[in-house]
């Protein structure tokens, strides 16, 4: 497993959550504190010049680990079950940019709040059929450039909409694609999901990253989630993907990111340890 956090370009809303903005100063402070990777946080794919990314990456040994799209969604008002059709083709020809980023970074890309809800008017049954319909266009155009789309629930409190890892597996079975998985984040399960270690256990063959905070948003260690339990789940079915780092930049960014390394980063360590060890016997 390795360690990433989130971050966005400098003019991202302050509704999108990560610590820093600013790409190339946000990459240099994430190796700085140790991450391994960034995960970056777009409304567009031109938002970045992959040259100079590719460039920055390079320069501080980190990797990209997935592309995430809320701001899509918060910045954008688009989303995977908007009843207008043209909304959705517009919605499919944005992936289509992270998708073409993804391919050569990171080969991930979240739904989060993008995949939409259901307004008012509107039956679950007809969001849960544009969202299919959507996703599966998605997927298709992923597939062959080895590029995978995950979902991550959200809580109620947020959005209406695939709110606990189970109702995602659910869905992820009807879209039928092999390149759709799950994303959970331990801050929403904490909310959704009776108990996180069992649900994270039960739906272990889709989960292909996971984004990590406490309770309250916090830095990892500021809130009242239980971490070893969390480990101990991943433990059991050998999660070796990415988790990434996802919370409010407070007291201040530099402190909720190092924080947030300085608590995580020996537990991955050792995580690592117990796991490429059983790989080894």
């Known amino acids: 497993m390795k360690l990433s956090v989130a971050i966005a370009g400098e003019y991202a809303l302050p509704s999108a959550f990560v610590v820093w903005r600013g790409f190339e100063q946000s990459i240099k402070k994430a190796a700085e504190f140790g991450y391994q990777g960034v995960e970056l946080a777009l409304k567009t794919a031109d938002e970045i010049n992959r040259h100079k990314l590719e460039r920055w990456l390079q320069q501080s040994n980190v990797e990209v680990s997935c592309i995430s799209t809320g701001q899509v969604f918060a910045d954008l008002g688009l989303c995977f079950t908007h009843p207008d059709a043209d909304v959705r083709a517009k919605v499919v020809e944005i992936f289509k940019g992270f998708i073409d980023l993804a391919k050569d970074f990171g080969r991930l890309v ?3 709040r993008v995949r939409g809800f259901i307004p008012e008017g509107q039956v679950f049954e007809r969001a849960e059929e544009l969202f299919i319909d959507t996703a599966r266009r998605i997927c298709d ?56 270690g069992e649900s994270l256990i039960r739906n272990s063959t889709l989960i292909q990253y996971i984004h990590l905070a406490d309770s309250n948003r916090l830095a990892p260690g500021y809130g009242h989630l239980d971490f070893d339990e969390i480990f101990s789940a991943l433990e059991v079915f050998g999660f070796n993907g990415w988790a990434s780092i996802e919370i409010l930049p407070k007291p201040d960014p530099d402190t909720a990111a190092r924080k947030a390394a300085e608590y995580i980063l020996p537990r991955i360590s050792e995580y690592n340890k117990k796991i490429y060890g059983k790989k080894k016997q």
């Not at 155009?141 to 995978?148: C, E, H, K, S, T």
């Not at 390149?179 to 909310?191: K, Y």
């Open 110 to 112: 979240n739904v989060g």
């Open 141 to 196: 155009i992923a597939g062959p450039l080895g590029v995978n789309i995950i979902i991550e629930p959200v809580n109620r409190y947020e959005i209406n909409f695939i709110n606990n890892l189970d109702q995602a597996a659910e869905l992820i079975k009807k879209v039928g694609r092999n390149n759709l998985g799950l994303m959970p984040d331990v801050f929403h399960m904490n909310i959704e999901d009776a108990k996180i």
